[in-house]
């Protein structure tokens, strides 16, 4: 019903930025909540931030908060990832997730019926 489709990965040094985005379609975007996770090799998917369907409200990760940001551009289908001050750490693969209800809360994985392939972010030293 939803397909997602990320971009904007890449190779970036320590400190540097980058914006992720995801394309939607296949339904009206305004009706489904959406949200970016990330996972590294060998650990288990991490939530990093959702948006509501407005794009009112948004959610952080605690590995997120004060460096990356969330919006939507439902006029675009597109939903965006800003990341700055990116660190070693946060080299992953990131994945864009939608749904149009979310029951326990948008960080968890389990509630997202749609997902994207993902685009890998690496962060050099």
């Known amino acids: 019903q939803v397909q997602l489709v990320e971009s904007g990965g890449g190779l970036v040094q320590a400190g540097g930025a980058l914006r992720l985005s995801c394309a939607a379609s296949?339904?009206?975007?305004?009706?489904?909540?959406t949200g970016w996770f990330r996972q590294a090799p060998g650990k288990e998917r991490e939530f990093v931030a959702a948006?509501?369907?407005?794009?009112?409200?948004?959610y952080y990760g605690d590995s997120a908060k004060g460096r990356f940001t969330i919006s939507r551009d439902n006029t675009k289908n597109t939903v965006y990832l800003q990341m700055n001050s990116l660190k070693p750490e946060d080299t992953a693969v990131y994945y864009c997730?939608?749904?149009?209800?979310?029951?326990?809360?948008?960080?968890?994985?389990?509630?997202?019926?749609?997902w994207g392939q993902g685009t890998q972010v690496t962060v050099s030293s």
């Open positions: 296949g339904r009206t975007f305004s009706l489904y909540v």
């Open positions: 997730a939608a749904d149009a209800r979310v029951t326990a809360g948008p960080q968890s994985a389990r509630e997202y019926d749609y």
């Open positions: 948006i509501n369907r407005s794009g009112i409200n948004t």
